[in-house]
C-alpha cells in the first residue's frame, strides 16, 4: 500500500470516528481531505458526507463548497439528497441561482424568476432551534418558512422566517389536515413584531371572534393554556393537536403591534362589555 492510500485510510477513519463523536467540524475537515483523493462511489459518499458534517457544524461555507463538489458525483432529477443539502446551504447564503439549480437538479418543478424565492407552498410545522417548541410555518420554498404561530418562547417572534432541514421529524394533525414537522437550521429573516401578553376575561366562544379578527389583520394570536409541553421522544412523532374550549381568565400572546393589538382588543370588547374585559397589555 502506498503512503498516500495510507493517508486516506486514516483521514476516512479518523472523519467517521468524528462524526459518530457528533464533532462535525473534525469530520468535515477529515472527510473533504479524503475525497479529494478517492474517486467514483467513494469519492461520493465522502463528498456527501463532509458536506453533511458542516451542515451539521452550520459552517455554511464549507457545506456549500464541498456540497458543490458533491453534486458533481451524483445524477440529477434523482431525488439525490447531495442537491437538497447544497440548495439548503445556498439558500442561507442567498445564493439563489444555485439554490433553485439545486432544487430543478433534486427532481422538483422549477422556480420561475431570479432572486429570493417567496412561493406558498402550504403549511408545515417547525421546531424553533434551542427553545425546541413545534411552530405551524408557511413555507416560502423547499427549506423556508415563515412562522405564523406566536412562539410562547419570548426569545422566538410570529413571523420569523426560518430555514429548516429537509428530513421530517415527526408529524402534526390538525383536523383533517397532516403536515410533517422540521428541525430548524438557521434564522434567515428575524421578525420586527415583538410579542405582546394581555389578560383577558371571556365567556364561552368570546375568544374566537378576537382570533379572527387577529388573523383577518395577519396577526399573531396563542393562548397560553394551550401549551402542551412534550418529551422529546414524544414531540418528534406524531401528534394530534385539538382545538380547546377556553373561557374565564386567559392570558394571551400577540403577534402584534402595541397600537393594532389595542384597536383589536377595544373593538371586541366593545361588542360584549358585559362578558368581556382586557387588561395589562405589556411586551411578553
Given at each position: 500500500?502506498?503512503?498516500?492510500d495510507?493517508?486516506?485510510?486514516?483521514?476516512?477513519?479518523?472523519g467517521?470516528?468524528?462524526?459518530?463523536a457528533?464533532?462535525?467540524?473534525?469530520?468535515?475537515?477529515?472527510l473533504?481531505?479524503?475525497?479529494?483523493r478517492?474517486?467514483g462511489?467513494?469519492?461520493?459518499a465522502?463528498?456527501?458526507?463532509?458536506?453533511l458534517?458542516?451542515k451539521f457544524?452550520?459552517?455554511?461555507?464549507?457545506?456549500?463548497?464541498?456540497?458543490?463538489?458533491?453534486?458533481?458525483?451524483?445524477r440529477?432529477?434523482?431525488?439525490?439528497?447531495?442537491?437538497?443539502?447544497?440548495?439548503?446551504?445556498?439558500?442561507?447564503?442567498?445564493d439563489w441561482?444555485?439554490a433553485?439549480?439545486?432544487w430543478?437538479?433534486?427532481?422538483l418543478?422549477p422556480?420561475?424568476?431570479?432572486?429570493?424565492i417567496?412561493a406558498?407552498?402550504?403549511?408545515?410545522?417547525?421546531?424553533?432551534?434551542?427553545?425546541?417548541?413545534?411552530?405551524?410555518?408557511?413555507?416560502?420554498?423547499?427549506?423556508r418558512?415563515?412562522?405564523?404561530?406566536?412562539?410562547?418562547?419570548?426569545s422566538?417572534?410570529?413571523?420569523?422566517?426560518?430555514?429548516?432541514?429537509?428530513?421530517p421529524?415527526?408529524?402534526r394533525?390538525?383536523?383533517e389536515?397532516?403536515?410533517?414537522?422540521?428541525?430548524?437550521?438557521?434564522?434567515?429573516e428575524?421578525?420586527?413584531?415583538?410579542?405582546?401578553?394581555?389578560?383577558?376575561?371571556?365567556?364561552?366562544?368570546?375568544?374566537?371572534?378576537?382570533a379572527e379578527?387577529?388573523?383577518?389583520r395577519?396577526?399573531?394570536?396563542?393562548?397560553?393554556?394551550?401549551?402542551?409541553?412534550?418529551?422529546?421522544?414524544?414531540?418528534?412523532s406524531?401528534?394530534r393537536?385539538?382545538?380547546?374550549?377556553?373561557?374565564?381568565?386567559?392570558?394571551?400572546?400577540?403577534?402584534?403591534?402595541?397600537?393594532?393589538?389595542?384597536?383589536?382588543?377595544?373593538?371586541w370588547?366593545?361588542?360584549?362589555?358585559?362578558?368581556?374585559?382586557?387588561?395589562n397589555?405589556?411586551?411578553?
Amino acid at each position: 500500500m502506498f503512503s498516500g492510500d495510507r493517508e486516506t485510510a486514516r483521514a476516512i477513519a479518523e472523519g467517521y470516528q468524528a462524526f459518530e463523536a457528533k464533532d462535525w467540524p473534525l469530520a468535515g475537515d477529515r472527510l473533504a481531505a479524503a475525497a479529494a483523493r478517492l474517486s467514483g462511489r467513494k469519492a461520493k459518499a465522502a463528498w456527501f458526507d463532509a458536506a453533511l458534517a458542516y451542515k451539521f457544524a452550520r459552517d455554511w461555507p464549507r457545506a456549500y463548497e464541498t456540497g458543490k463538489i458533491a453534486v458533481t458525483h451524483v445524477r440529477r432529477g434523482k431525488e439525490e439528497p447531495a442537491f437538497w443539502n447544497l440548495g439548503t446551504a445556498a439558500t442561507v447564503l442567498r445564493d439563489w441561482d444555485t439554490a433553485r439549480d439545486c432544487w430543478a437538479g433534486y427532481g422538483l418543478a422549477p422556480f420561475p424568476g431570479t432572486g429570493q424565492i417567496d412561493a406558498e407552498l402550504g403549511p408545515t410545522c417547525v421546531r424553533l432551534a434551542g427553545v425546541e417548541e413545534v411552530v405551524w410555518a408557511i413555507r416560502l420554498c423547499p427549506t423556508r418558512a415563515r412562522v405564523v404561530n406566536v412562539p410562547f418562547d419570548p426569545s422566538r417572534r410570529f413571523g420569523e422566517v426560518v430555514v429548516h432541514d429537509g428530513a421530517p421529524s415527526g408529524e402534526r394533525t390538525s383536523g383533517e389536515m397532516t403536515v410533517p414537522v422540521f428541525d430548524e437550521v438557521a434564522l434567515f429573516e428575524p421578525s420586527g413584531i415583538a410579542t405582546l401578553s394581555v389578560l383577558v376575561t371571556a365567556a364561552p366562544g368570546d375568544l374566537d371572534p378576537l382570533a379572527e379578527a387577529f388573523a383577518r389583520r395577519r396577526l399573531g394570536f396563542e393562548i397560553l393554556a394551550s401549551r402542551v409541553d412534550l418529551c422529546d421522544c414524544c414531540s418528534r412523532s406524531s401528534i394530534r393537536q385539538e382545538r380547546g374550549e377556553y373561557d374565564g381568565e386567559q392570558r394571551l400572546f400577540l403577534g402584534a403591534g402595541e397600537a393594532d393589538a389595542r384597536t383589536l382588543l377595544e373593538a371586541w370588547t366593545a361588542e360584549h362589555p358585559e362578558t368581556r374585559s382586557w387588561t395589562n397589555l405589556h411586551p411578553a
